[in-house]
């Protein structure tokens, strides 16, 4: 059964990709998201903001980091999904920063 927790969890994912995507104004372009960067473990609320704008800076959605009820804090990076070598190139240039 979903909570209305999980539901507030999810839109505010949802918002801030999208906040990335009108920032890029990429949303037509591409056919899918390339996540990369998968994490487990918690981050601070800055720490977060950090990730966000170095990956949005560097052509990305940005960061997302969910509690996930039972498996603990995940977190992982966004991106136009526009085939290799893009894809890699943007999830090195994001990572060497963090």
């Known amino acids: 059964m979903t909570s209305s927790i999980d539901y507030a969890i999810l ?4 918002e801030r990709e999208s906040k990335g ?3 890029h104004n990429l949303e037509d372009r591409t056919m899918s ?8 473990g918690h981050v601070t609320r800055k720490e977060e ?4 704008a170095i990956c949005i800076e560097e052509g990305g959605y940005g960061f997302t980091q969910i509690n996930d009820p ?3 804090w995940k977190g992982w990076f966004t991106g136009p999904n526009l085939g290799a ?3 890699g ?3 090195s240039r994001v990572l060497a920063r963090i």
């Open 21 to 23: 995507r009108e920032a």
């Open 89 to 91: 190139a943007l999830a």
């Open 70 to 72: 039972g498996h603990g």
């Open 11 to 14: 839109y505010l994912q949802l």
């Open 85 to 87: 070598p893009f894809d």
């Open 49 to 52: 903001d950090r990730r966000d």
């Open 33 to 40: 998201e390339h996540m990369f960067g998968y994490a487990m």
